[in-house]
Structures are given as structure tokens and as C-alpha cells.
């Protein structure tokens, strides 16, 4: 059995991003102040099987999903996950301002998103810098992102929002295409993509294009797609038509 450790970000689950080297005990993320026991491990999916979850809090550890005013939020309301205990640096060494930011009534802010279910896992759904606000509503790519991973003519995504005269932000959605896959238009993809996601979730527009830009560790970070946007003059989206 091969043990594969992945971090930096969510992972997008094997039914959408296929391990084709090993076999899959049970997908799951992990950060350090959450745990998922092996018994809680499952060969397949199930009614039982918490895809996605990083588990619940360690021993020690106070994990509480919270809002942007602070207060904690009910079971599977989406906000940012905030933690307290041993495991929590005790804050930057002479930087108040960050100090600030980082904590909030002694809690430490992730800047990650997420939900937990009534039983306590866990969930990470994306980053906080990720989100965008589209005509007061908040969108979170990640879910978008995985409708459109399930194309079988998609093999990357990045979606993100860019600013819009009317809804203050849109999402845009750069695909790069699945290799030996079947060929997609702009067209085709937010047909594919509409009735698995509400309207005002839908990206304005579809890119099309040979890769994405990637970090030294391989990810994908959005200030590269929006740099690569501009560059290429597809910001203003009220003018142009094509991608």
C-alpha cells in the first residue's frame, strides 16, 4: 500500500481527479490540528463515508467554523475555520498588525473555508482569499471548479471573480482540456455546467487554454490566472466575446 501525502490546499476527490498508479483506501485532506483515524477509513463510498473531510479536532484542540463577525456558525454553514489550542503558534515575533489579523478573542484565523457536519468533521472547501462576492452573493470556486472537473474534456480549472459594472465580481473559468479527451466550446460548457449549479454561481465566461499557471509547488494560485488575464486582454469582459 503506497501512503501519499498531499498539502498546501484541498484536494479534489478521486472521483473527479482519478489516481491512476495505486488504489484508493479513502480520500481524505488533513491538516494538523484535525484527525481521521484509520478505523474511520473506508475501501469504498457509502452512506458512512465523509469524502473530503479532514476528520475532527485532536485532543487538546478547539475547532470552530466561524463568520465574518466571529461568531460560530451551525453545522454546514460554509465560513472560515478557526482553531485554539497547544498547536497554535503563539503569534508573529514583533508584528502587531499581523498579530491582529491572524487572531481574533485569542482564536487563530486559517484563512481557510470549510463547513462541519453535526457530528464534528470537518470540511475544507477552498480559501478565503479565493472567495468572491457576485451581487451581494458569496461564491466559492472549489465548487464550482468540481462541476467542471466531471467534463470528461476538462482536465484543469481555475475559477475565480473578476470585476463587473453590474455585479460587482463575475466568475471566470480558465479550463485546460483533458488529454485524449473530447473536444469542448465555451458553448458546450455552460451547458454542461448549468443545471448543476445556480445561475448566479455560473461563470460569465469560458477560457480555453494550453495550461495554467503554476506555483514551484505545483499549485495553481489565482493571482497567476488573473496576471494571465490581464495579460492577455480578457479582463473586460463586457466588450469581449470570445475566449
Not at 491512476?20 to 481524505?28: E, G, N, Q
Not at 491538516?31 to 485532536?58: K, M, Q, W, Y
Request: charged share 25%; glycine share 12%; with cysteine.
Amino acid at each position: 500500500m503506497i501512503t501519499t501525502l498531499v498539502g498546501g490546499t484541498p484536494v479534489m476527490p478521486p472521483r473527479i481527479i482519478p489516481f491512476p498508479f495505486f488504489d484508493v483506501l479513502r480520500y481524505s485532506d488533513a491538516i494538523n490540528i484535525t484527525v481521521l483515524p484509520a478505523a474511520l477509513h473506508e475501501e469504498e463510498d457509502g452512506p458512512t463515508a465523509r469524502i473530503g473531510s479532514c476528520g475532527f479536532e485532536r485532543t487538546g484542540m478547539q475547532v470552530q467554523i466561524q463568520g465574518d463577525d466571529g461568531r460560530e456558525l451551525k453545522p454546514f454553514e460554509t465560513g472560515e475555520i478557526c482553531v485554539i489550542g497547544p498547536a497554535v503558534f503563539a503569534g508573529y515575533y514583533d508584528n502587531p498588525e499581523a498579530n491582529a489579523k491572524a487572531f481574533r478573542d485569542g482564536w487563530f484565523r486559517t484563512g481557510d473555508l470549510g463547513h462541519m457536519d453535526e457530528e464534528g468533521f470537518v470540511y475544507i472547501t477552498g480559501r478565503a482569499s479565493d472567495m468572491y462576492i457576485s451581487g451581494g452573493s458569496n461564491i466559492y470556486p472549489r465548487e464550482v471548479e468540481e462541476k467542471i472537473l466531471t467534463h470528461p474534456g476538462i482536465g484543469e480549472v481555475a475559477v475565480l471573480g473578476v470585476p463587473d459594472p453590474v455585479w460587482g465580481e463575475v466568475g471566470v473559468a480558465v479550463c485546460v482540456p483533458r488529454e485524449g479527451g473530447p473536444a469542448v466550446t465555451e458553448a458546450e460548457m455552460a451547458a454542461f455546467l448549468s443545471p448543476k449549479v445556480p445561475r448566479y454561481k455560473m461563470p460569465k465566461r469560458f477560457f480555453f487554454w494550453e495550461a495554467l499557471p503554476k506555483s514551484g509547488y505545483g499549485k495553481i494560485p489565482k493571482r497567476l490566472v488573473r496576471d494571465e488575464l490581464q495579460a492577455r486582454g480578457l479582463l473586460d469582459l463586457t466588450t469581449k466575446q470570445t475566449g
